[in-house]
C-alpha cells in the first residue's frame, strides 16, 4: 500500500519517467542486442525510476537509467562473468523453440519391437536431442553460478538494498535478465512434452541396453549419473526457476552473517515497482508493444517466487511486504494464452500457497 500511495500522483510519474522523443525511441526500438530489444532494456530504465520515486518524500530522485547502464570498475568482474553466461541465453531459447522431438521415430518403433531398422532410426533421432538437453542442463548450472555471484554483489555489506540497485545498476539489470530468461525457458518447456518424451526413451533404451550387456556410444556424453540429474530437472514444472529458487535459498543459508531482509527486501521492492509499472494507465500506455508487458510480468513473477523461497513465512502471508492479490490482478487481467505459465509457475513453483496462513481469496485467485 506504501508503494501504491508513493505513485498516486501524475506529477510524480512524470517527474520519474521523463522518457527521450518520438525519434528517439523509434531509433532505439530498431537496435537490438543478443540478449534483449531496446524495448525491454527501456522497461528496466522504467522499473528503476519508478523506485526512484519511492525517495520522492525523503530526498532527491536518483536517475537510474538501465538502458544505458554500464558497469563500473567495481562491477566489472561480476558483470563480464554473469555476461558471458547470457550471452548464451539468446541461443538456448532459439533451440528450446525448434524442439519438435522424435515421436514419430519413437511410436514407430515401439509399435515394431522386432524391426531393428526402426530401432536404429529412432535411437539416431533421439541421441542429438538428449545431447542437445544435456547442454540446457548445463546451461542452468552457470546460470545457477551466475545468478549467486549477482546476489553477493547486490546484498553485500554496508548498503541497503536500494542502494545496491542505484550503485550497481548494470549488475541489477543482469539480475532481470536472468529472470526474464528464465521465464521465457519455463514457459517454452511447460508446453512441449516432446522433451520428456524422448528423455524417457533414452533412458528406457540405456537401460535395455544394459540388461543385454551392450554399451551404446551415447552414453559415453550422457553417463548414467548424469542422466539422473537430468531426469529430476526436467521433471519440474518450472525446471529454471526450481534452479534459481534452490540456488537463492542455499545463498542465504550459506551467509549466516547477512541479514535475511538484505534479499528479501531487494526482491520485495521489485515485485512491487513491477506491480506499479503494470496496473498503472500512466505507465502501460508508454509501453509500446505486448512484449514490454509480458517482460515485466515476467521478472515480477520471478521475483515473487524466489522471495517466497528465501522468506521465513514466504510471499503469501499476510506480514508479507508483497501485495500478491494485486500481483495476481495485474496477470489474470491479461489474455489467458500470454500469463498461463506465469500463473502456473506461482501455482506450482512456490513453497507457501498452501499454507494455513494464506488467504482463501489468493488461493481463489490462482485457481
Not at 551415447?218 to 526436467?234: D, G, I, K, Q, T
Request: glycine share 2%; with cysteine; charged share 25%.
Amino acid at each position: 500500500d506504501r508503494c501504491t500511495q508513493q505513485f498516486s500522483s501524475t506529477e510524480k510519474l512524470d517527474r520519474c519517467t521523463q522518457q527521450p522523443s518520438s525519434t528517439e525511441n523509434t531509433e532505439k526500438l530498431d537496435r537490438h542486442t543478443q540478449q534483449f530489444s531496446s524495448t525491454e532494456k527501456r522497461l528496466m530504465g522504467n522499473l528503476l525510476k519508478v523506485l526512484a520515486c519511492s525517495e520522492l518524500e525523503h530526498g532527491p530522485i536518483v536517475f537510474l537509467d538501465f538502458e544505458h547502464a554500464q558497469p563500473t570498475e567495481a562491477e566489472t568482474a561480476v558483470w563480464n562473468q554473469v555476461s558471458a553466461v547470457l550471452e548464451e541465453a539468446h541461443g538456448i531459447l532459439a533451440e528450446l523453440q525448434s524442439y519438435n522431438g522424435a515421436g514419430q521415430e519413437i511410436r514407430e518403433a515401439i509399435q515394431n519391437p522386432g524391426d531393428l531398422q526402426l530401432q536404429e532410426k529412432a535411437w539416431n533421432a533421439v541421441c542429438p536431442l538428449v545431447a542437445k538437453l544435456k547442454r540446457f542442463y548445463e546451461f542452468s548450472l552457470r546460470l545457477e553460478n551466475a545468478l549467486r555471484s549477482l546476489l553477493e554483489a547486490l546484498t553485500s555489506p554496508p548498503y541497503a538494498p536500494m542502494q545496491h540497485l542505484e550503485r550497481e545498476q548494470a549488475l541489477a539489470k543482469q539480475f532481470a535478465e536472468i529472470l526474464h530468461f528464465t521465464l521465457s525457458f519455463d514457459e517454452l518447456k511447460m508446453t512441449n512434452p516432446a522433451i520428456q518424451n524422448d528423455f524417457s526413451y533414452y533412458r528406457r533404451t540405456i537401460s535395455r541396453n544394459r540388461l543385454n550387456n551392450q554399451q551404446l556410444e551415447a552414453e559415453n556424453e550422457v553417463n548414467n549419473e548424469m542422466a539422473n540429474r537430468m531426469s529430476l530437472f526436467y521433471a519440474e514444472a518450472t525446471p529454471m526457476l526450481k534452479t534459481l529458487s534452490n540456488a537463492t535459498t542455499k545463498f542465504v543459508s550459506e551467509n549466516k552473517t547477512l541479514p535475511i531482509e538484505d534479499t528479501t527486501d531487494c526482491l520485495s521492492t521489485m515485485a512491487c515497482v513491477c506491480r506499479v509499472m503494470l496496473e498503472t494507465p500512466e505507465y502501460r500506455c508508454r509501453f509500446t508493444n505486448t512484449d514490454t508487458m509480458l517482460f515485466c510480468m515476467r521478472v515480477m513473477v520471478g521475483v515473487i517466487i524466489l522471495y517466497d523461497h528465501v522468506h521465513p513465512v514466504g510471499a503469501f502471508a499476510k506480514t508479507s511486504k508483497i501485495d500478491m492479490k494485486g500481483c495476481i490482478k495485474v496477470l489474470k487481467e491479461q489474455p489467458s494464452n500470454s500469463v498461463e505459465g506465469l500463473l502456473n509457475a506461482l501455482r506450482y513453483t512456490t513453497r507457501h500457497l498452501n499454507d494455513d496462513s494464506t488467504s482463501k481469496q489468493i488461493r481463489a485467485l490462482l485457481q
